[in-house]
């Protein structure tokens, strides 16, 4: 906004951090005066995206729902699906329309809607390859009993990676 209003034509933001690439993507169309570019990485790694021309490619939509799949996913370090990555999450929201308009819509409110909620949860199931279910509860018990049952008993003792099981 700030090199907007001082009427620059490139605007140039260098981070390593990939919240800054969706925060970007998802401002890029409401500024179309500028060309925003995004220099990331370093040495041989080191590029300059042209988010700007990357967005035009989407929808508004679209860019707001990649911003919140990342916020939803959270970072690769302390990511909020272990195992899990970012490919199969933004693979899923590409293939299923639904999920991105659900993800559009987290952040316009303080109050999260039972029926986003739901969709969520759904989102969620999906992420772990079980499309069919759409409750975390559900999923986590089924999960559960793979992990830990035999002939429909319970053997806490296996050794068992809970944070393998989906968030609550």
């Known amino acids: 906004m700030y090199g907007k209003e001082k009427g620059y034509?490139?605007?140039r933001i260098k981070s390593p951090d990939s919240?800054?690439?969706f925060i970007l993507l998802h401002y890029a169309l409401t500024l179309k005066e500028v060309v925003i570019l995004f220099?990331?990485?370093?040495?041989?790694?080191?590029?300059l995206i042209n988010i700007t021309e990357l967005?035009?490619?989407y929808t508004q939509s679209h860019c707001t729902a990649l911003m919140c799949l990342h916020a939803y996913t959270r970072c690769d370090t302390t990511s909020?699906?272990?195992g899990v990555g970012k490919v199969k999450p933004l693979k899923i929201l590409q293939k299923t329309p639904k999920f991105a308009a659900m993800l559009s819509r987290l952040g316009e409110e303080w109050d999260i809607t039972e029926d986003l909620i739901?969709?969520?949860?759904e989102f969620t199931c999906a992420i772990?390859?079980?499309?069919?279910?759409?409750?975390?509860?559900e999923l986590r018990h089924i999960r559960i009993k793979e992990l830990c049952a035999k002939e429909d008993q319970l053997y806490p003792s296996r050794n068992v990676d809970l944070g393998s099981l989906p968030p609550c």
Not at 39 to 47: E, L, M, P, W
Not at 131 to 137: C, E, G, K, L, T
């Open 128 to 137: 772990y390859g079980r499309a069919r279910i759409h409750q975390v509860d």
């Open 55 to 57: 967005a035009e490619n």
């Open 9 to 11: 034509q490139y605007i």
């Open 39 to 47: 220099d990331t990485g370093t040495g041989n790694k080191q590029r």
């Open 118 to 121: 739901d969709d969520l949860e």
């Open 80 to 82: 909020a699906f272990k």
């Open 19 to 21: 919240d800054v690439f």
